[in-house]
C-alpha cells in the first residue's frame, strides 16, 4: 500500500512569501501545496508558527493577484488569532454544556438539553466564524496591491463550487449555518475599497 503521489508538496516561493511579510508581518517559510484540484486555501499552523497550505488547483490556476486576495485572507486569519478565538469559545461552551447538563435530574429533560444547547453553540460557533470570515476579508483588501484580484479570484471560486458554500437561499438558515462571507458581498467589499481609492487619488 502506498500514494503514488505526495498527497502535500512543500514548495519555496519567495515572491509569495516576501509579500505576505511585507503585507501582514506574518512570517511563511514554505508552501505546503496539497495535491487537489479544487480550489482552496488554509492556514493550518499554531500560533507562532503559521503553516500556509495551498491546493494545486488553486496554486497552478489563480493569477498572482488572486493568489494575493486568498494569502492575505488566511495571513488575515493567523494574525488576527482567529483560529485561537474559536478554540476558546468551543472550549467555554463545552464547559458551560457539561456543568449545564450535569444540573439536570431527569434523563429526558437532559437529551432535550442536550439537543437544544448543542443547536445554540453550534450557531453561537458559526456567528463567531462569519465574523471571523467578514474580519479576514477586510484584513486582506485594505492590504491589496489590486482589490481587483478580490473578485477575480471570488468569480473563480464561485465558478467551481456555486453557491451552495456560502449562500442559502433562507435568511436565517444562512444565518446559523453558514460561516463563509457571501460572494457578492465579498465582490462589493472590494468594489467599495476601489471606490475609496479612486476618491484618494482624484482629491
Ligand atoms: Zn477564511
Excluded at 438558515?173 to 476618491?199: H, L, S, T
Amino acid at each position: 500500500m502506498g500514494y503514488d503521489k505526495a498527497l502535500v508538496t512543500v514548495v519555496e516561493n519567495a515572491k509569495l512569501t516576501d509579500l505576505i511579510w511585507q503585507k501582514t508581518n506574518v512570517e511563511i517559510k514554505t508552501i505546503k501545496i496539497a495535491e487537489s484540484d479544487r480550489p482552496y486555501g488554509m492556514m493550518v499552523g499554531i500560533p507562532g508558527r503559521p503553516q500556509l497550505l495551498l491546493s494545486r488547483g488553486l496554486y497552478d490556476n489563480f493569477a498572482p493577484d488572486e493568489v494575493e486576495y486568498v494569502v492575505l485572507h488566511e495571513a488575515g486569519h493567523y494574525a488576527l488569532a482567529h483560529s485561537v478565538k474559536e478554540l476558546l469559545l468551543g472550549l467555554l461552551l463545552l464547559v458551560v454544556g457539561i456543568w449545564a447538563l450535569k444540573r439536570t435530574r431527569k434523563p429526558a429533560r437532559g437529551i432535550v438539553g442536550a439537543i437544544t444547547l448543542g443547536l445554540i453553540f453550534g450557531v453561537a460557533m458559526i456567528r463567531l466564524g462569519a465574523f471571523n470570515e467578514l474580519q479576514a476579508d477586510n484584513y486582506a483588501v485594505t492590504r491589496m496591491t489590486n482589490p481587483e484580484g478580490m473578485i477575480a479570484a471570488t468569480e473563480k471560486f464561485r465558478g467551481h463550487y456555486g453557491k451552495s458554500l456560502t449562500q442559502n437561499d433562507n435568511k436565517l438558515i444562512q444565518w446559523m449555518f453558514y460561516r463563509g462571507n457571501p460572494y457578492d458581498n465579498r465582490i462589493k467589499i472590494a468594489e467599495e475599497e476601489m471606490e475609496k481609492r479612486g476618491e484618494l487619488q482624484v482629491n
